[in-house]
């Protein structure tokens, strides 16, 4: 399948890794712009590939997709975009462009603890159990119908690391 993957970090590498493990044709990978000239994780892998990557700095403008990135996205022919933490908002045209749309990872379990930091607010909210939800994307932050739910329960001593680790 032809997937674009729209992303950032260590954990969008490692998908972006999985995904080529599992024989999927990543044909291009949309990720944030260097940072005090320093590429993401994500977007170095693919490089190393030789797979298209874009580094956009935001994908709208007053509301409104931005039409060279749009353009950029359309030619790659994506059947499926995989958002592994994405940190942007990404325009309706791109989330609903693939014939079998868009998901999203998210490290809670929906809709405990939407947003940023997920992982931070199980620990810092004591929850007794952590997890993973994939989900269809929306126009919503972390609103979309649930694909698949995994739950691990959070130990005394966890840590962020501990507990990314147990459910990645």
């Known amino acids: 399948m032809k997937i674009a993957v729209i992303g950032q970090s260590l954990f969008g590498q490692e998908v972006y890794c999985h995904l080529r493990k599992e ?30 990557v874009f580094k956009f700095s935001r994908w709208r403008a007053k509301g ?57 607010w199980t620990l810092i909210h004591g929850d007794k159990k952590g997890g993973f939800s994939i989900f269809w994307a929306d126009d919503g932050l972390d609103t979309g119908d649930l694909l698949l739910q995994k739950e691990c329960e959070v130990l005394p001593d966890d840590t962020v690391s501990t507990l990314y680790n147990r459910f990645l």
């Open 23 to 52: 024989g999927h044709e990543v044909v291009g990978v949309f990720t944030v712009p260097d940072k005090d000239g320093k590429a993401d994780p994500l977007g170095l892998e693919a490089e190393k590939d030789g797979v298209p």
């Open 64 to 120: 409104q997709a931005l039409p060279d990135v749009v353009a950029k996205y359309q030619a790659l022919g994506a059947e499926l975009n995989v958002l592994p933490f994405c940190s942007q908002f990404i325009p309706m045209e791109i989330i609903n462009a693939p014939q079998h749309g868009s998901i999203i990872y998210h490290p809670s379990l929906l809709p405990r603890h939407r947003g940023a930091s997920a992982i931070n």
